[in-house]
């Protein structure tokens, strides 16, 4: 358990890490059976309460602190991604792995993927909107941006840090579209260096909004189509989601999936032949 200042965690100290150790309020929530087979319905679930209020207070500052070299001109992207998510921030910031949020979830992702805890690892991201108007996340799977030349079974965690109306980008989900397998996507913007994918021929009629108080979260399988609107508020909306994931498998073919041919062709990017998890990177055997 995350511990106060000058404790341990793990054989680390508060002072091990820049924003310290998360407050030392214990919290823990298990899923249940209704829980686990609303979502083997739906591909998605909504949990009233994952963390505390005093953790996402603690988290805030690392969010902030996750894109500053953004906002200090230190980055150079071609794609403007960089200015709305922070990947995989635990490898900055190692305190996250000693999160009520990523314990919490762990539980809940081991439960619905119907999987030993052991055998699951967890890589982050952090996704800020800015205020007014700022950009969609268009209709689309997850598992459409992986890698085509592997096997997942993964599902994602998606935690505001306030709370988040429909109008400020909560999460919206068509039920179901788990079941569906991968769909033909597109790029949003028809540029392959920004590798924003849109699916292709949705019906969006039966989708699902579903805003959060502070501390609640959402799950949702690799292949839950999933959207959120612009922000049209007058706060910035912050999102810290998670990828739960078992190691992936190498298919005996690659997938069809055009798109992420013409990214790679585009940018330059070869295949990903690493598994990202718990703050390490490791080689996938073949």
């Known amino acids: 358990m995350a511990t106060v200042t000058g404790k341990t965690t793990a054989g680390k100290t508060s002072t091990d890490f820049r924003f310290g150790l ?12 209704e829980e686990v087979a609303y979502f083997a319905e739906n591909g998605f679930l909504v ?8 953790e996402i207070d603690w988290l805030r500052p690392i969010f902030e602190a996750a894109f500053e070299q953004v906002d200090g001109g230190e ?6 991604k ?42 982050g991201h952090m996704i800020r909107k800015p205020v007014g108007n700022s950009r969609l996340a268009p209709w689309h799977q ?23 109306s429909v109008e400020m980008g909560a999460m919206q989900f068509i039920p179901g579209s788990h079941r569906w397998g991968v769909l033909d ?15 292709v021929g949705v019906d969006t009629s039966t989708a699902v909004p579903c805003p959060l108080k502070k501390g609640g979260a959402t799950f ?23 990828e739960h994931q ?29 598994h990202f998890a718990d703050g390490k990177m490791v080689p996938l055997p073949r």
């Open 22 to 33: 998360p407050p030392d309020v214990p919290f823990e929530v298990n899923p249940t059976e």
């Open 47 to 54: 949990v009233e309460r994952l963390t505390t209020d005093e």
């Open 75 to 80: 980055v150079d992207s071609p794609n403007p």
């Open 142 to 164: 997850d598992e459409a941006y992986w890698e085509s030349e592997l096997e997942y079974h993964a599902l994602g965690s998606w935690l505001p840090l306030h709370d988040v």
């Open 220 to 242: 949702h399988y690799q292949r839950t189509l999933h959207f959120t609107e612009p922000n049209s508020t007058d706060q910035p909306r912050y999102a810290y989601p998670i």
């Open 82 to 123: 960089v200015q709305y998510q922070a990947m995989m921030p635990e490898f900055r910031f190692p305190e996250l792995l000693h999160t009520t949020y990523l314990r919490n979830a762990k539980k809940y992702a081991a439960a619905l993927l119907q999987r030993d805890p052991a055998e699951l690892g967890s890589w």
């Open 185 to 199: 996507h597109v790029f949003y913007d028809g540029d392959p260096v920004h590798n924003l994918l849109e699916a």
């Open 246 to 274: 078992v190691v992936p498998r190498w298919r005996d073919a690659p997938a069809k999936r055009p798109w992420v041919d013409q990214m790679r062709e585009a940018t330059g990017r070869g295949t990903i032949d690493k």
